[in-house]
C-alpha cells in the first residue's frame, strides 16, 4: 500500500520526567515518517506553554509540527499573542478548535465556537497557517441535531480550514457517510480519520461516554469479557482497529491520524499492520 498521510497526536507533558520519556517516544515515533506530529492545547489555555514548548522542541528535531488551539475562554487579544507566538516560532500548521472548559471554569470568553477562531485566525494572519478543524462522524455530543452539526463543520471550512481531522470513532460507515453529506454540500477539503488504538478497556469506556464514541456492541463485549488480561485486550484492539484503517483506507480516506496518548507501542503496532 502507498504511505497515506498520516499524523500522530501527543499531549503536553507535565513534568520533566514526561518531557524526556515523550523525547524518545517521538524519535521512535519518527521513524515511520508521519507527515507532521499534533500537540494537544488544554481549554482555557492551561497547557499553553507545554504546547508551544514541545511543539518547538519537535520543529527543532527536523519534524513538522502543528500546536492545537482552543479559542474557549480566550479573549481577542489573548489569541492575538499565542498566533504572534506560533508565528515567531516559524509554526505554519494549526489544528483549531473551540474547546471544553473544565466546570466552574468562569467566563467563556470572546469566541464562541471554532469557526469564529479560524475566521479570526485568517483575519490576523492570512494565509500564513495550514488550520485543520474537528469533524464529528458520530456527531458532537453538544451538537442540537446531525444537521446543524455539518453545518458548524460548513461554517468552519468556509471560515477558511484546509482539512479536518475526525474525532474516533470505531464505525466506518459513520465516517463515509459523514464525508459524503460534506461533499454533497460542496467541501471538499481533506477529511482524515482520527484513530484511537485500543489498549485499556476502562481507559477507553471513559473517554468514548466524554466524546461522544460509540464502541460498538460487539467490541465492548468482547474486551469486557477479556477481564484484567491486557495482552488479549490489546490483541483484540489491533485486529479490530487495523481491520477499520484498512477499510477507511480502501474506501477513499486521504489519511489518518493517530492518538498516541504518548505511546510508542499501539501506533506503531497498527501502522506496520498497514504498510
Ligand atoms: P465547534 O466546531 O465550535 O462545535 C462545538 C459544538 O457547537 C458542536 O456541537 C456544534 O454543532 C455546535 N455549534 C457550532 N456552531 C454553532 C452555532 N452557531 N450555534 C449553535 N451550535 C453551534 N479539545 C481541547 O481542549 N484541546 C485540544 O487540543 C483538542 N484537540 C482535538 C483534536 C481533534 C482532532 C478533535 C476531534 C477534538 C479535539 N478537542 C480538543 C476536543 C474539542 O475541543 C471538543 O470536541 C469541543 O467540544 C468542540 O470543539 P470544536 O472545535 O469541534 O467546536
Redesign the pocket.
Known amino acids: 500500500m502507498a504511505n497515506p498521510n498520516f499524523s500522530i497526536e501527543f499531549f503536553p507533558p507535565k513534568t520533566a520526567e514526561g518531557a524526556e520519556k515523550l523525547r524518545v517516544t517521538r524519535a521512535k515515533l519518527s521513524e515511520l515518517h508521519p507527515k507532521y506530529f499534533s500537540v494537544?492545547?488544554?481549554?482555557g489555555g492551561s497547557t499553553q506553554r507545554g504546547t508551544l514548548d514541545t511543539v518547538v522542541e519537535i520543529l527543532a528535531a527536523g519534524e513538522d509540527s502543528a500546536p492545537?488551539l482552543?479559542c474557549v475562554g480566550g479573549t481577542r487579544e489573548s489569541i492575538r499573542a499565542i498566533l504572534a507566538e506560533f508565528k515567531s516560532h516559524n509554526i505554519k500548521r494549526i489544528?483549531a478548535?473551540?474547546?471544553?472548559l473544565p466546570s466552574g471554569y468562569g467566563a467563556a470568553g470572546e469566541f464562541?465556537?471554532?469557526?469564529e477562531l479560524v475566521e479570526f485566525i485568517r483575519q490576523e494572519t492570512g494565509e500564513w497557517f495550514h488550520i485543520e478543524?474537528?469533524?464529528?462522524p458520530e456527531v458532537?455530543p453538544?451538537?442540537?441535531s446531525p444537521q446543524?452539526?455539518l453545518l458548524?463543520?460548513e461554517?468552519?471550512v468556509k471560515a477558511g480550514a484546509n482539512a479536518a481531522?475526525?474525532?474516533y470513532f470505531y464505525n466506518a460507515d459513520a465516517y463515509f457517510q459523514f464525508v459524503d453529506q460534506t461533499r454533497k454540500l460542496g467541501i471538499d477539503v481533506p477529511i482524515v480519520a482520527?484513530i484511537m488504538p485500543i489498549t485499556n478497556y476502562t481507559q477507553l469506556m471513559r473517554f468514548s461516554d466524554m466524546?461522544g464514541a460509540e464502541i460498538p456492541r460487539w467490541v465492548r463485549l468482547k474486551l469486557a469479557s477479556f477481564g484484567d488480561d491486557s495482552a488479549s485486550i490489546k490483541a483484540f484492539g489491533l485486529d479490530v482497529v487495523t481491520a477499520l484503517c484498512e477499510r477507511l483506507l480502501a474506501g477513499g480516506a486521504p489519511g489518518l491520524?493517530f492518538y498516541s496518548m504518548n505511546q510508542v507501542a499501539p501506533t506503531t503496532a497498527l501502522w506496520q499492520r498497514l504498510v
Request: hydrophobic share 35%; net charge positive; proline share 0%.
Open positions: 494537544t492545547f488544554g481549554a492545537h482552543s489544528v478548535l473551540r474547546g471544553d464562541r465556537y471554532a469557526n478543524v474537528a469533524a464529528y458532537h453538544q451538537a442540537k446543524d452539526d458548524a463543520f461554517r468552519k481531522i475526525t474525532q482520527g466524546c491520524h
